[in-house]
Protein backbone atom coordinates (compact mmCIF):
# COMPACT_ATOMS: atom_id res chain seq x y z
CA UNK A 1 0.00 0.00 0.00
CA UNK A 2 1.59 3.30 -1.13
CA UNK A 3 2.40 5.63 1.51
CA UNK A 4 1.34 9.90 1.29
CA UNK A 5 3.41 11.32 -1.51
CA UNK A 6 4.41 14.62 -1.63
CA UNK A 7 5.36 17.00 -4.37
CA UNK A 8 8.20 18.05 -4.76
CA UNK A 9 10.36 17.41 -2.60
CA UNK A 10 12.80 20.16 -2.72
CA UNK A 11 12.36 23.44 -4.17
CA UNK A 12 13.62 27.36 -4.01
CA UNK A 13 11.74 30.11 -4.56
CA UNK A 14 12.81 33.99 -4.25
CA UNK A 15 10.96 36.34 -1.97
CA UNK A 16 7.64 37.29 -3.82
CA UNK A 17 6.87 34.53 -5.30
CA UNK A 18 4.05 31.62 -4.95
CA UNK A 19 4.32 28.37 -4.35
CA UNK A 20 2.03 25.21 -4.62
CA UNK A 21 2.66 21.91 -2.66
CA UNK A 22 1.06 18.29 -3.64
CA UNK A 23 -0.28 15.72 -1.63
CA UNK A 24 -1.71 12.67 -2.80
CA UNK A 25 -2.75 10.55 0.56
CA UNK A 26 -2.75 7.03 1.23
CA UNK A 27 -5.80 5.11 -0.58
CA UNK A 28 -9.29 5.18 0.87
CA UNK A 29 -8.06 7.70 3.83
CA UNK A 30 -9.89 11.02 3.01
CA UNK A 31 -8.86 13.46 5.37
CA UNK A 32 -5.53 15.50 4.81
CA UNK A 33 -3.69 17.96 6.94
CA UNK A 34 -0.92 20.09 6.26
CA UNK A 35 2.08 21.06 8.43
CA UNK A 36 5.08 23.28 8.93
CA UNK A 37 8.18 22.07 10.88
CA UNK A 38 10.86 24.76 11.24
CA UNK A 39 13.76 24.50 14.32
CA UNK A 40 12.40 27.58 15.94
CA UNK A 41 8.78 26.83 15.57
CA UNK A 42 8.54 23.06 15.59
CA UNK A 43 5.59 21.01 14.29
CA UNK A 44 3.06 23.15 13.63
CA UNK A 45 -0.71 22.77 12.11
CA UNK A 46 -1.74 24.48 8.73
CA UNK A 47 -5.04 23.36 8.24
CA UNK A 48 -7.03 19.74 7.53
CA UNK A 49 -9.43 18.88 4.85
CA UNK A 50 -11.81 16.48 4.37
CA UNK A 51 -14.04 15.22 1.83
CA UNK A 52 -12.92 18.31 -0.04
CA UNK A 53 -14.19 21.20 2.97
CA UNK A 54 -11.36 22.66 5.16
CA UNK A 55 -12.31 21.57 8.75
CA UNK A 56 -9.83 22.95 10.68
CA UNK A 57 -7.05 26.01 10.38
CA UNK A 58 -4.17 26.79 12.04
CA UNK A 59 -2.68 30.30 12.97
CA UNK A 60 -1.54 31.29 9.88
CA UNK A 61 -1.69 34.00 7.93
CA UNK A 62 -4.04 33.91 4.56
CA UNK A 63 -1.38 33.53 2.47
CA UNK A 64 -1.45 30.22 3.12
CA UNK A 65 -4.56 28.68 1.79
CA UNK A 66 -5.19 24.69 0.66
CA UNK A 67 -7.73 23.26 -1.04
CA UNK A 68 -8.81 19.44 -1.56
CA UNK A 69 -9.99 17.81 -4.69
CA UNK A 70 -12.65 14.97 -4.98
CA UNK A 71 -10.15 12.33 -5.21
CA UNK A 72 -8.76 13.44 -2.10
CA UNK A 73 -5.52 14.84 -3.36
CA UNK A 74 -4.39 17.87 -1.68
CA UNK A 75 -2.80 21.15 -2.46
CA UNK A 76 -1.64 24.23 -0.39
CA UNK A 77 -0.51 27.63 -1.87
CA UNK A 78 1.43 29.77 -0.65
CA UNK A 79 2.12 33.28 -1.80
CA UNK A 80 3.82 36.19 -1.47
CA UNK A 81 6.38 34.21 -0.63
CA UNK A 82 8.88 35.55 3.08
CA UNK A 83 12.01 34.41 4.24
CA UNK A 84 10.36 33.16 7.22
CA UNK A 85 8.12 30.11 5.11
CA UNK A 86 11.48 28.29 4.76
CA UNK A 87 10.51 25.13 6.17
CA UNK A 88 9.92 21.15 5.92
CA UNK A 89 5.97 21.45 4.91
CA UNK A 90 4.58 17.73 5.69
CA UNK A 91 1.42 16.34 4.79
CA UNK A 92 -0.53 13.60 6.52
CA UNK A 93 -3.68 11.66 6.28
CA UNK A 94 -6.12 9.52 7.94
CA UNK A 95 -9.09 7.85 7.26
CA UNK A 96 -11.54 10.10 8.67
CA UNK A 97 -12.08 13.06 10.28
CA UNK A 98 -14.37 13.41 13.51
CA UNK A 99 -14.41 14.68 16.64
CA UNK A 100 -12.68 12.75 19.73
CA UNK A 101 -11.76 9.83 16.92
CA UNK A 102 -8.28 9.59 17.81
CA UNK A 103 -7.52 8.62 14.35
CA UNK A 104 -3.25 7.98 13.57
CA UNK A 105 -2.22 10.10 11.13
CA UNK A 106 0.92 8.96 8.70
CA UNK A 107 3.08 11.60 7.15
CA UNK A 108 4.22 12.26 3.70
CA UNK A 109 8.29 12.70 4.01
CA UNK A 110 7.66 16.53 3.13
CA UNK A 111 8.40 19.31 0.89
CA UNK A 112 11.78 21.72 1.74
CA UNK A 113 11.22 24.67 0.49
CA UNK A 114 13.67 27.36 0.92
CA UNK A 115 12.99 31.08 0.12
CA UNK A 116 15.74 33.16 -0.66
CA UNK B 1 -6.61 23.68 25.46
CA UNK B 2 -4.01 21.03 24.27
CA UNK B 3 -0.40 21.68 24.99
CA UNK B 4 2.43 18.89 25.10
CA UNK B 5 5.55 19.34 27.30
CA UNK B 6 8.63 17.23 26.24
CA UNK B 7 10.85 17.37 28.50
CA UNK B 8 14.57 17.80 27.03
CA UNK B 9 15.50 19.64 23.78
CA UNK B 10 17.68 16.54 23.73
CA UNK B 11 18.83 13.27 25.39
CA UNK B 12 22.13 11.13 25.09
CA UNK B 13 22.43 7.86 25.76
CA UNK B 14 25.12 5.30 25.07
CA UNK B 15 24.02 1.84 23.09
CA UNK B 16 22.78 -1.01 24.92
CA UNK B 17 21.38 1.55 27.99
CA UNK B 18 17.35 2.39 28.99
CA UNK B 19 15.95 5.06 26.52
CA UNK B 20 13.22 7.46 28.27
CA UNK B 21 11.78 10.78 26.68
CA UNK B 22 9.54 12.21 29.05
CA UNK B 23 5.97 13.81 27.36
CA UNK B 24 3.23 15.29 29.80
CA UNK B 25 0.32 17.02 28.42
CA UNK B 26 -2.67 18.61 29.44
CA UNK B 27 -6.58 18.05 28.09
CA UNK B 28 -9.70 18.97 28.67
CA UNK B 29 -10.95 15.94 27.60
CA UNK B 30 -9.44 12.32 28.11
CA UNK B 31 -6.64 12.30 24.76
CA UNK B 32 -5.66 10.36 22.32
CA UNK B 33 -2.11 9.75 22.79
CA UNK B 34 0.84 9.20 20.00
CA UNK B 35 4.58 9.10 20.16
CA UNK B 36 5.83 9.93 16.29
CA UNK B 37 9.81 9.36 15.38
CA UNK B 38 11.63 11.54 12.91
CA UNK B 39 14.58 10.37 10.77
CA UNK B 40 17.01 13.02 9.22
CA UNK B 41 15.68 14.16 5.98
CA UNK B 42 12.16 12.25 6.59
CA UNK B 43 8.42 13.15 7.53
CA UNK B 44 7.36 11.45 11.13
CA UNK B 45 6.46 8.04 11.40
CA UNK B 46 3.97 6.51 13.91
CA UNK B 47 5.72 4.94 17.12
CA UNK B 48 2.76 4.05 19.19
CA UNK B 49 -0.40 5.15 19.88
CA UNK B 50 -2.87 5.03 23.18
CA UNK B 51 -6.64 5.58 22.42
CA UNK B 52 -8.54 3.44 25.27
CA UNK B 53 -8.18 0.29 27.13
CA UNK B 54 -4.78 -0.96 28.27
CA UNK B 55 -2.42 1.66 29.55
CA UNK B 56 0.87 0.18 29.00
CA UNK B 57 1.04 0.07 24.52
CA UNK B 58 3.85 -1.25 22.78
CA UNK B 59 4.89 0.14 19.11
CA UNK B 60 7.18 -0.32 17.20
CA UNK B 61 11.03 -1.28 17.06
CA UNK B 62 11.05 -1.91 20.74
CA UNK B 63 9.84 1.44 22.21
CA UNK B 64 6.66 1.43 24.90
CA UNK B 65 4.96 3.84 26.76
CA UNK B 66 2.67 3.67 29.32
CA UNK B 67 -0.54 6.71 29.93
CA UNK B 68 -0.39 7.76 33.45
CA UNK B 69 -3.78 9.66 33.69
CA UNK B 70 -2.72 10.76 37.36
CA UNK B 71 0.27 12.34 36.02
CA UNK B 72 -1.08 13.58 32.89
CA UNK B 73 2.05 11.82 31.45
CA UNK B 74 2.81 9.32 28.61
CA UNK B 75 6.72 8.62 28.75
CA UNK B 76 8.26 6.52 25.65
CA UNK B 77 11.04 4.20 26.80
CA UNK B 78 12.73 1.32 25.37
CA UNK B 79 15.07 -1.16 27.64
CA UNK B 80 18.15 -0.92 24.99
CA UNK B 81 18.89 1.88 23.05
CA UNK B 82 20.89 0.85 19.15
CA UNK B 83 22.44 2.96 17.37
CA UNK B 84 19.77 2.74 14.96
CA UNK B 85 17.59 4.76 17.18
CA UNK B 86 18.78 8.13 17.20
CA UNK B 87 16.01 10.11 15.50
CA UNK B 88 14.30 13.18 17.08
CA UNK B 89 10.49 12.03 18.98
CA UNK B 90 7.59 14.03 19.17
CA UNK B 91 4.74 13.04 21.65
CA UNK B 92 1.15 14.07 20.32
CA UNK B 93 -1.63 14.67 21.37
CA UNK B 94 -5.00 13.90 19.28
CA UNK B 95 -7.93 15.84 20.40
CA UNK B 96 -11.04 17.40 18.68
CA UNK B 97 -9.92 17.01 15.18
CA UNK B 98 -6.66 18.45 15.70
CA UNK B 99 -2.80 17.26 16.37
CA UNK B 100 -0.75 18.88 19.27
CA UNK B 101 2.81 17.97 19.27
CA UNK B 102 5.60 18.46 21.41
CA UNK B 103 8.86 20.60 20.76
CA UNK B 104 10.38 17.55 20.33
CA UNK B 105 13.50 15.26 21.58
CA UNK B 106 16.53 14.39 19.59
CA UNK B 107 17.94 10.96 20.95
CA UNK B 108 21.04 10.89 20.32
CA UNK B 109 22.61 7.23 20.93
CA UNK B 110 26.58 6.86 21.67
CA UNK B 111 28.68 3.59 20.81
Redesign the interface.
Known sequence: KAGVTQTPRYLIKTRGQQVTLSCSPISGHRSVSWYQQTPGQGLQFLFEYFSETQRNKGNFPGRFSGRQFSNSRSEMNVSTLELGDSALYLCASSLSSGPLSGNTIYFGEGSWLTVV | AQSVTQLGSHVSVSEGALVLLRCNYSSS?PP?L?W?VQYP??????LL?Y?TGATLVKGINGFEAEFKKSETSFHLTKPSAHMSDAAEY?CAV???????????TKLNVKP
Open positions: VYFYNQGLQLKTFHNFNKFYFGSG
